[in-house]
């Protein structure tokens, strides 16, 4: 009798001591599932919260930096770009030493030039030396000629200035001595005289008055 009243009294403990274990056990189950929601929740907000910095950092650093249109451009647009500008270079060194060779050119045919003027100066130098020999060898000799008609007798002078022509006879009897100039005019025809006298005239008219 006291046995069964004994185990009737102990089986509300157990029953008692066995719903506050499962009690404790769903208490403790439920704080781990707050806790792992908890840090999926804070994990997943903090890695979205990393992943939309990291994609404005991107778009900062896309806006603010520089662009390089050559890093930008495609294998085959840099070569021809490469190409064209290789043959640009080659075209202007081609017309470069074109111009030299022109200008080379031009440098010898100055020179040809120069060397010619120079020649030219030195031919008019002679020419104009052999001219004033020429007109004092001239003038010598028409000044011996002079003399020699004035030396001559009045009446051979006139013969012999008969024959010639009127200009050429007027220029003699004009650097003649007056005196040996009207003797022989004396002696010449009158109308050939008259001539001689007339182209005379002429040549003191047309001469600078003092």
């Known amino acids: 009798m006291s046995k069964e009243k004994t185990a009737k009294k102990g089986a509300p403990k157990r029953k008692k001591r066995s719903l506050k274990a499962g009690r404790g056990a769903l208490f403790l189950l439920s704080v781990v599932l707050f ?8 994990s997943g907000t903090g890695a979205a919260i990393a992943k939309e910095v990291a994609e404005l950092t991107k778009e900062d650093t896309h806006v603010e930096a520089p662009v390089d249109p050559i890093a930008c ?26 111009i030299a060779e022109k200008l080379a050119i031009v440098d010898v045919a100055r020179a040809e030039i120069e060397e010619s003027f120079k020649a030219l100066e ?10 004033a020999t020429s007109n004092t060898a001239a003038e010598d000799d028409l000044a011996r000629l002079t003399s020699v008609y004035e030396s ?9 200035f008969e024959a010639m022509a009127p200009d050429f006879a007027a220029g003699f009897l004009g650097r003649m001595r ?12 009158p109308e050939f005289a008259y001539t001689i006298s007339v182209i005379l005239a002429g040549r003191n008219a047309n001469a600078p008055s003092e």
Do not use: Q, W, Y
């Open 35 to 42: 806790m792992s929601a908890v840090v999926r929740v804070f």
């Open 73 to 98: 451009m495609a294998d085959e647009d840099l070569n021809a770009l490469i190409a064209a500008l290789r043959t640009r270079e080659k075209s202007v060194e081609e017309k470069e030493l074109e």
């Open 122 to 131: 030195i031919a008019e130098t002679r020419l104009a030396a052999t001219m």
């Open 152 to 160: 001559m007798k009045p009446k051979d002078a006139a013969a012999l």
């Open 178 to 189: 007056a005196d040996a100039a009207g003797e022989i005019m004396a002696g010449l025809p």
